[in-house]
Nanobody, 121 residues
C-alpha cells in the first residue's frame, strides 16, 4: 500500500484545514491509521490514530480541535483541524500499521510523504 497526504497550506490562527491521506492498494480499514507531525527543529510527534474498529486517540494538545475520520469507500483518512494555533505549524505525515493501536512512530511501517501546515499568528 502507498499513502498520499495532501491538504496542507497556510492559514491564520483560528482557521481550519482538512488533511487527506489517500491509500492505493489495500484498504485503510485494514490498518490502524495515524497522523504524526514534525515542527521545524523538533522531533516527529504523534498526533492521532484511528484503529481498525474506529477507536481514536489524540494527543492532549489537539483534543477538541482535531478530528480524524475514515472513508472506506474512498480509501482515505482525513484530519480535520479547527481552531489552529501557531504551534500546530509542522509537516504532517500519515502512517499505517498492522498493529491494533500504536503511538510510537517506530511501530508504523507505511508512511506517506508529508504535507506542510503553516499557521500564522
Amino acid at each position: 500500500v502507498q499513502l498520499q497526504a495532501s491538504g496542507g497550506g497556510l492559514v491564520q490562527a483560528g482557521g481550519s484545514l482538512r488533511l487527506s491521506c489517500a491509500s492505493s492498494g489495500r484498504s485503510v480499514s485494514n490498518y490502524c491509521m495515524a497522523w504524526f507531525r514534525q515542527a521545524p527543529g523538533k522531533e516527529r510527534e504523534f498526533v492521532v490514530y484511528i484503529s481498525r474498529n474506529s477507536i481514536t486517540y489524540y494527543r492532549d494538545s489537539v483534543k477538541g480541535r482535531f478530528t480524524i475520520s475514515r472513508d472506506n469507500a474512498k480509501n482515505t483518512v482525513y484530519l480535520q483541524m479547527d481552531n489552529l494555533k501557531p504551534e500546530d505549524t509542522a509537516v504532517y505525515y500519515c502512517a499505517a500499521t498492522m498493529r491494533a493501536v500504536a503511538i510510537s512512530e517506530y511501530d508504523y511501517d507505511i508512511w506517506g510523504q508529508g504535507t506542510k501546515v503553516t499557521v500564522s499568528s
